[in-house]
Antibody, heavy 118, light 107 residues
Framework: QVQLVESGGGVVQPGRSLRLSCVASGFSFRTYDMHWVRQAPGKGLEWVAVVSNDGSNEYSADFVKGRFTISRDNSRNALYLQMNSLRGEDTAVYYC???????????WGRGTLVTVSS | EIVLTQSPATLSLSPGERATLSCGASQSVPKYLAWYQQKPGQPPRLLIYDSSNTATGIPARFSGRGSGTDFTLTISSLEPEDSAVYYCQQRTNWQYTFGQGTKLEIK
């Protein structure tokens, strides 16, 4: 069955960096676009970034442009999110998400919590 | 960026009743409109894709319809386990947005 397992979250000071990872299994990872979606405590869902199946295209939400970078390694079935210049408002659970085919998300990881605090 | 606005913010209904949740878009959305259910402490679950197609394993009481800027999720006969927050979501030109959510409470 499809599994997406995130890691790398934790407590980090404002202005510092963190790298999230997600390991995928149970499907042909190299076939699908992959995303990061976040959810601040008690708040709604917020799309962060997408990387195309072959890693050639990346797009992100305006609020993370220039600070976060999404990437993938298809040889390792792994998705990454490099987060730089972290702010308090980046505090959230970050989900690794598989895109089904045309813009919706059929599998989600359990998420990893990032807390930005001094 | 296309903004999705969901209504109502909260809905309180009894088992067996019909629930109608709305999602309005600030601009016309192509068919990539999806609905998700999220229960506390869990990741979201895909319910509906392409506005009206039910995802694998989703009970038949869930249905979606709509086009352009107005979309609806209907739960035909509520079960206690339908208590959750429901989100709509769209994709346009490699930008993805979610609505703010509707909290459905089962009395």
């Amino acid at each position: 069955q499809v599994q997406l397992v995130e890691s790398g979250g934790g407590v980090v000071q404002p202005g510092r960096s963190l790298r999230l990872s997600c390991v995928a299994s149970g499907f042909s990872f190299r076939t699908y676009d992959m995303h990061w979606v976040r959810q601040a405590p008690g708040k709604g869902l917020e799309w962060v970034a997408v990387v195309s199946n072959d890693g050639s295209n990346e797009y992100s939400a305006d609020f993370v442009k220039g600070r976060f970078t999404i990437s993938r390694d298809n040889s390792r079935n792994a998705l990454y999110l490099q987060m730089n210049s972290l702010r308090g408002e980046d505090t959230a659970v970050y989900y690794c998400v598989k895109e089904r085919l045309y813009g919706d998300f059929d599998y989600w990881g359990r998420g990893t919590l990032v807390t930005v605090s001094s | 960026e296309i903004v999705l606005t969901q209504s109502p913010a909260t809905l309180s209904l009894s088992p067996g009743e019909r629930a109608t949740l709305s999602c309005g878009a600030s601009q016309s959305v192509p068919k990539y409109l999806a609905w998700y259910q999220q229960k506390p402490g869990q990741p979201p679950r895909l319910l509906i894709y392409d506005s009206s197609n039910t995802a694998t394993g989703i009970p038949a009481r869930f249905s979606g319809r709509g086009s352009g800027t107005d979309f609806t999720l209907t739960i035909s006969s509520l079960e206690p386990e339908d208590s959750a927050v429901y989100y709509c979501q769209q994709r346009t030109n490699w930008q993805y947005t979610f609505g703010q959510g509707t909290k459905l409470e089962i009395k």
